[in-house]
């Protein structure tokens, strides 16, 4: 079994910070890609940014200078840096991973999201 846990969703004034963190735990041979997606109500979930296990990134263009995504091998985690927030990043945060397991099947997983509501 595998699972992904979001943290670090919360309340922020537009204009400040906040730092999300994804851990992946369970039956892990490796991880391959991360990325964090985003869906806003009434709205599409959309790909906000990723990162291969070679560390190479793409971001949404409305993201773009204004969010770093990171990785931790070691600690099975991607991180998401959100500076400059506005109100338009209001959405649940949700960590995908592209996990091969013990058994040596891959999977795409999901976490169950974390909130981040922007406004003053």
């Known amino acids: 079994q595998v699972q992904l846990v979001e943290s670090g969703g919360g309340l922020v004034q537009p204009g400040g910070s906040l730092r999300l963190s994804c851990a992946a735990s369970?039956?892990?041979?490796?991880?391959?890609?991360m990325a964090w997606y985003r869906q806003a109500p009434g709205k599409q979930r959309e790909l906000v940014a990723s990162?291969?296990?070679?560390?190479?990134?793409n971001y949404a263009a409305s993201v773009k200078g204004r969010f770093t995504i990171s990785r931790d091998n070691a600690k099975n985690t991607v991180y998401l840096q959100m500076n400059r927030l506005k109100p338009e990043d209001t959405a649940v945060y949700y960590c995908?991973?592209?996990?091969?397991?013990?058994?040596?099947?891959?999977?795409?997983?999901w976490g169950r999201g974390t909130q981040v509501t922007v406004s003053s």
């Open positions: 369970g039956s892990i041979f490796s991880i391959n890609a």
């Open positions: 995908n991973a592209e996990i091969t397991t013990k058994t040596l099947y891959t999977f795409d997983y």
């Open positions: 990162i291969t296990s070679t560390d190479s990134t």
